[in-house]
């Protein structure tokens, strides 16, 4: 199961490989056999020309999701980014050194790159550990080097990061509280955003978690006009 899987994670974060190599195996297949001339050679002319458009659509979609599902949980760390030569969307791409520790107690030396889009569930776009964050992983267990990164989990980096979502909600409905504080919907909303950002732990300390229990009570003190 785990070669399977990383042969698709190789298709997947190889997609212009996986093109040429297509093409080339496509024009081989039409010079030996003259074209499809049964089922099985022309579903596989089907199959490797799908699958160009699929792998650039939906390869690091699939990919990571399959490393979820058969990848084996650990804990990591990056350790240092480094520069590449190559670029994704006219910015440079930046690399990362990453220890992982396995199941097994094992220390995996690797690394990943900021076009690699391999954070599982993908998050508001694609934000990555940086030097010195903590964060889980689901790992191949035979190519522990095929990783992906858990976004959603109670780690140091993944609470932090969804810690972020929260305060642009709790900042959004404090806008709109403060532009207009009669609004019993806009109060409300504020409210439960509140009692929200303290019910994920999002508070730096317990003076700061009475600060927003302070924000709370007067809130509720707003009366309507």
Sequence with gaps: MDFLVYLIHLV???PF???AFAIILLILLAIFTKGPKNKFQRGLFVLLLLGIPLDFLFGSYINSK???LAGEPGKAEVISNYQTSSQYN???VVGYKVLIRTQEGKIIQTSFEDDDF???PSHNGVSYPQQG???NVRYLRHFPGSFIIIANDDSPWASGLQCGD???KLDERRGKFEFDKSDQQFKAAYISAIKDYINHRCYTDSLDLQKYYGDIKAAESEKPQ
Excluded: R
């Design 12 to 14: 997947a974060a190889h």
């Design 17 to 19: 490989g996986y093109m």
């Design 66 to 68: 399959l490393i979820y």
């Design 90 to 92: 006219n910015q440079n």
């Design 118 to 120: 391999n954070v599982y």
């Design 133 to 135: 964050d903590h964060f």
């Design 166 to 168: 929260w305060k642009e």
